[in-house]
């Protein structure tokens, strides 16, 4: 499987950015997938899952009510919509995949990671 993360910039605090993370090489539908984040000088940290059928999902407390994680299975992508953006949020940003239905909000559980992209907020 091959993760291609997409859509990371520069934007202001309050600002929003939509991330795309296209799936090649295995059934996407029947992956869970999940979105991470590693900020400088930090661990890498759980920021949004989703099920194959996209019925379950998780957030990270951090990102909830502000963040929205969805997906297409007939385009193989799944999406990060980022909303009311902080400083805080700055990291480079992974999708990653897991051969199981729902996601986890554990690394380890997952079994393909992308590239990553990298989002900056900032004024």
């Known amino acids: 499987v091959q993760l291609q993360a997409s859509g990371g910039g520069l934007v202001q605090p309050g600002g929003s950015l939509r991330l795309s993370c296209v799936a090649s090489g295995s059934i996407f539908s029947i992956n869970a997938m999940g979105w991470f984040r590693q900020a400088p000088g930090k661990e890498r940290e759980f920021v949004a899952a989703i099920s194959w059928t996209g019925g379950t999902i998780y957030y990270a407390d951090s990102v909830k009510g502000r963040f929205t994680i969805s997906r297409d299975n007939a385009k193989n992508t799944v999406y990060l919509q980022m909303n009311s953006l902080k400083p805080e949020d700055t990291a480079v940003y992974y999708c990653?995949?897991?051969?199981?239905?729902?996601?986890?909000?554990?690394?380890?559980?997952?079994?393909?990671w992308g590239q990553g992209t990298q989002v900056t907020v900032s004024s």
């Open positions: 990653a995949s897991r051969r199981d239905y729902s996601g986890s909000y554990y690394e380890y559980d997952y079994d393909f």
